[in-house]
């Protein structure tokens, strides 16, 4: 591990030597220092574009996001990195599409965890901490497990508290989280018994990070669990709001208990059972949402919202695992596919910002962004001058309602799995290949997003040249990669 480290250290200094993260000196119109802002951002598991009230969700609420919204900026035209967890991860932190980020796919790795981020990616985090941030990551990581040059300590962390594993984050009741290097045992959980809620425990972390770096510019990455699979709430306040409230189709596994063997190799990962999972699932999402209107309550009562700009987004569509029931909830938004599908369903996600007396109140944006944007809205943000080696391009002029903000010249993703798929938007035209592995370039759909946001008319055989033009970029837009290579 410390060869690794000296290894970054030097892979690090190479990175940053003709463009280091120098910041900039902001200063006021009456020439005093501006603060350095700080960070936050939370990034929901599972959560389906059309979860959220302000989104459209209509069998539950979701006040605190909504209100979020309400106060700040909402993306109708972001996306996620991916259709599925740890390559969405990977290019957010990386600010990189699947084309080029480092991590393809869930693929696991020996030892433990999923094949981890490289010691030579340069994350946010890194890019953060080399300007003088704080960073602190809270929640599900599922890009190294402890120990491997993908750990979060080893890609610009200082506090890590969650789960390493993202197989592990399948359970809600596990006998241990991570704290940096070490296990925190949690109380009374054994693999069979239901004490201690983890996402309660990693919000708890969550805040207490906020209170103590309060006074030193921070980056707070918050991959929270919720609502992932499987479906388990505490018997709380919050679940007895949606007991009885809906009609349900229990979920069922080998055992009708909560118990390790759920699977014939005792694999602590599978789902659990549950007999009232749509109650469940909304009491989660509710669960969320209220750790969102807590953080930002805390920034409120710490007396630094002025200086925050807090971000809220999910790393891939809705899952339908456990029990979950994405039609029911029309968790998709209506649109068209749901996890591992690169269909919009698939890979679009809400996007909400606030940063009060910096972001106009209830502003709504059609701007088309992705998660590989993130790094470089992040950097101008804090300051960070140096040209970033990324795919992606600063929204900042949209978050300020500017009018300088570039635009995306297409969008790509990739799953190297399920015979390989592929997508690509330019502008309102949508090109999806399924099965690209078998044949050249599999068979492209195109769809017309501006008339067809459903992707329900396939009209590639009466634009050839469009075609064309995607099928050339879905060659030359991408590097060979180990993790799903198509």
Same mark, same amino acid.
């Given at each position: ?14 990175? #940053? ?13 009456? /020439? ?6 700080? &960070? ?5 598991? !599972? ?16 006040? +605190? ?11 109708? *035209? ?20 699947? /084309? ?13 965890? %999923? ?9 946010? @985090? ?26 979060? *300590? @080893? ?8 789960? +390493? ?7 809600? $009741? ?6 940096? %290097?070490?296990? !925190? ?17 990693? %919000? ?8 103590? +770096? ?54 602590? #990962?599978?789902?659990?059972? %549950? ?20 953080? &930002?309550?805390?920034?409120? !009562? ?9 971000? #809220? ?33 698939? &890979? =679009?996600?809400?996007? &909400? ?58 969008? $790509? ?7 390989? =798929? ?65």
């Amino acid at each position: 591990m410390m060869v690794k480290r000296i290894l970054f250290a030097l892979l690090a200094i190479q990175f #940053f030597s003709c463009k280091e993260a120098k910041k900039e000196i902001a200063v006021t119109e009456n /020439g005093e220092v501006k603060k350095t802002p700080n &960070i936050i951002y939370i990034l929901a598991d !599972d959560l389906g574009y059309g979860d959220l009230s302000s989104y459209g969700q209509k069998k539950f609420n979701t006040p +605190n996001i909504d209100k979020m919204a309400a106060n700040g900026i909402k993306f109708t *035209n972001h996306y996620s990195g991916a259709a599925v967890c740890a390559p969405a991860r990977s290019s957010l932190m990386t600010g990189q599409h699947t /084309g080029h980020t480092p991590i393809r796919g869930n693929k696991e790795a020996k030892g433990g965890g %999923q094949t981890p981020l490289p010691v030579n990616a340069i994350t946010i @985090a890194e890019m953060l901490k080399s300007a003088g941030y704080v960073t602190g990551a809270f929640g599900k990581w599922g890009l190294g497990y402890t120990a491997t040059e993908g750990d979060p *300590n @080893a890609q610009g962390f200082d506090e890590f508290y969650g789960y +390493n594993d993202q197989k592990m984050a399948h359970r809600y $009741y596990p006998p241990f989280l991570w704290r940096n %290097q070490e296990k !925190d045992s949690l109380k009374g959980n054994d693999w069979t018994n239901t004490v201690t809620y983890a996402p309660d425990v990693i %919000q708890e972390e969550t805040m207490s990070f906020l209170e103590n +770096n309060k006074d030193k510019p921070f980056f707070a990455y918050i991959p929270l669990v919720l609502p992932h699979a499987e479906l388990i709430s505490p018997k709380d306040s919050i679940l007895k709001k949606y007991e009885g409230k809906f009609i349900e189709k229990p979920h069922l596994v080998t055992s009708d208990k909560y118990t390790s063997d759920y699977g014939p190799d005792m694999e602590y #990962f599978k789902y659990c059972p %549950q007999m009232t999972p749509n109650a469940v699932y909304a009491s989660m999402v509710d669960r969320m949402d209220v750790y969102v209107g807590q953080i &930002i309550d805390k920034v409120n !009562d710490l007396g630094i919202a002025d200086n925050t700009i807090i971000m #809220f987004a999910s790393d891939n569509g809705p899952h339908g695992e456990g029990g979950a029931d994405v039609e029911f909830f029309e968790s998709s938004g209506g649109l068209r596919g749901k996890k591992r599908d690169l269909y919009e369903g698939g &890979i =679009r996600s809400p996007f &909400i910002a606030l940063w009060p007396g910096k972001i106009k109140k209830g502003s709504i944006s059609e701007h088309i962004s992705a998660f590989w944007d993130v790094m470089p809205t992040v950097a101008e943000i804090a300051g960070i001058t140096s040209n970033l080696e990324t795919d992606g391009i600063s929204f900042l002029p949209t978050l300020l309602d500017t009018k300088n903000q570039k635009k995306h010249k297409y969008l $790509y993703w990739e799953f190297g799995i399920r015979g390989g =798929r592929q997508a690509i938007r330019i502008g309102n035209w949508k090109g999806v290949v399924y099965d690209a592995l078998k044949g050249e370039n599999g068979t492209l759909e195109l769809y017309n997003l501006e008339e067809d946001g459903k992707e329900e008319k396939n009209i590639a055989k009466i634009h050839p040249e469009i075609v064309k033009e995607m099928k050339e970029l879905l060659v030359s837009v991408r590097t060979e990669s180990k993790i799903f290579p198509l």
